[in-house]
């Protein structure tokens, strides 16, 4: 058993060795998906759907609540570019009509837009258009922080004993909801905070996401009252969407699909897709090769993921592209 630590453009390093991907979680049985080498890119097939994610929590009830999701699934997907929402030809459609309005528009983002990576999936979108609440930052930063007690991490082992070396790594380390707090919305929120415009809350932040939501939308209200400007909240929250007809705040709703259909994806996509899996799940597995998220050791370097080796040959053949890779790098020379 061999590991080594990685950053996600390195993933590619791995996947160049493989024929096909076969993706999968440790503690389930059968694959996530497929994925193969197709022209310019990648060629995808979804295996595991909402019904096979419901069976597989089944068996892990006591413990179901920090296992991966048919949400969380469908999350990383859209995080990652691969999966988009289903009225994405009405959303741009509404982005040229708001282009022949004379005064300024501007998009306020709800907390969900950030685990979706909306902003970096949407580079034709001006960050300085967007409007962040501040109680938008401070559910993801209250979010951040919580870690497994070692009791948490015995009652995993004991609902898996024969994972005891995957759920290991997790001790100390992020919960799930943790997870995709550190890795998905706050590293989106830093992509734009120094360009956007940060709106005051009118109410302190609450643990009670009804009046979280109820102080974003109040919020932007209130901005559009003081600003020649017309606010637009994009959110994938039916209840918000409702509070902003009731509020009279302009609004759009992101619908995501119930059932992902998607056949291919470019290279930075798939790359982006085993990252997020990875830090999201805990740990995934490619052809029996384990990616992990979260690890004993890990520091503060939220790009790093270590990767495991059964194998002493696979090791030393990716050891050795590897090291070629980075060599290459440093020249300043693409391979």
């Known amino acids: 058993m061999n590991d080594v630590i990685i950053r996600e453009d390195e993933l590619q390093v791995l996947l160049?060795?493989?024929?096909?991907?076969?993706?999968?979680?440790?503690l389930y049985k059968g694959d996530l998906l497929v994925a193969r080498p197709e022209g310019m890119g990648f060629r995808l097939e979804l295996l595991a759907s909402r019904e096979a994610f419901h069976a597989w929590l089944l068996e892990y009830a006591p413990i179901a609540r920090e296992l991966p999701s048919y949400s969380d699934f469908q999350e990383c997907m859209l995080a990652s570019g691969i999966v988009d929402y289903?009225?994405?030809?009405a959303f741009d459609e509404m982005l040229t009509s708001y282009e022949q309005l004379k005064k300024a528009v501007f998009f306020g983002l709800d907390t969900n837009l950030?685990?979706?990576?909306?902003?970096?999936?949407?580079?034709e979108?001006?960050?300085a258009s967007y409007l962040i609440v501040d109680t938008v930052r401070d559910e993801i930063?209250?979010?951040?922080?919580?870690k497994y007690p070692a009791k948490m991490i015995e009652e995993m082992m004991a609902c898996a004993p024969d994972h005891r070396d995957f759920i290991g790594e997790l001790e100390n380390k992020r919960m799930k909801r943790s997870r995709k707090a550190a890795y998905l919305a706050l590293k989106e929120y830093r992509t734009i905070r120094d360009r956007a415009t940060a709106i005051p809350?009118?109410?302190?932040?609450?643990?009670?996401?009804?009046?979280?939501?109820?102080?974003?939308?109040?919020?932007?209200?209130?901005?559009?009252?003081?600003?020649?400007?017309?606010?637009?909240?994009l959110t994938s929250d039916v209840y918000m969407a409702d509070l902003c007809m009731a509020e009279g705040l302009e609004y759009f709703y992101l619908d995501r699909p119930y059932i992902?259909?998607?056949?291919?994806?470019?290279?930075?996509?798939?790359r982006r897709l085993l990252f997020n899996l990875a830090v999201v799940f805990g740990f995934i597995q490619c052809n029996g090769i384990t990616i992990f998220g979260e690890y004993g050791g890990?520091?503060?370097?939220?790009?790093?993921?270590?990767?495991?080796?059964q194998d002493d040959e696979r090791y030393h053949d990716f050891s050795r592209e590897l090291g070629i890779c980075r060599q290459l790098l440093v020249l300043g020379i693409s391979r």
Do not use: Q
């Open 141 to 146: 930063t209250y979010a951040i922080n919580r």
């Open 125 to 127: 979108i001006n960050h």
């Open 114 to 123: 950030f685990y979706h990576c909306f902003v970096t999936n949407n580079p």
């Open 16 to 26: 160049n060795s493989l024929d096909e991907v076969r993706v999968s979680y440790p």
């Open 298 to 309: 890990k520091g503060n370097n939220l790009e790093e993921l270590k990767v495991r080796f």
């Open 260 to 270: 992902m259909e998607v056949t291919s994806c470019t290279p930075p996509a798939f």
């Open 201 to 233: 809350s009118l109410a302190p932040h609450s643990h009670l996401s009804e009046e979280n939501d109820r102080n974003i939308v109040r919020a932007l209200r209130k901005f559009e009252e003081e600003r020649y400007a017309l606010p637009v909240l």
């Open 86 to 89: 289903t009225n994405r030809a």
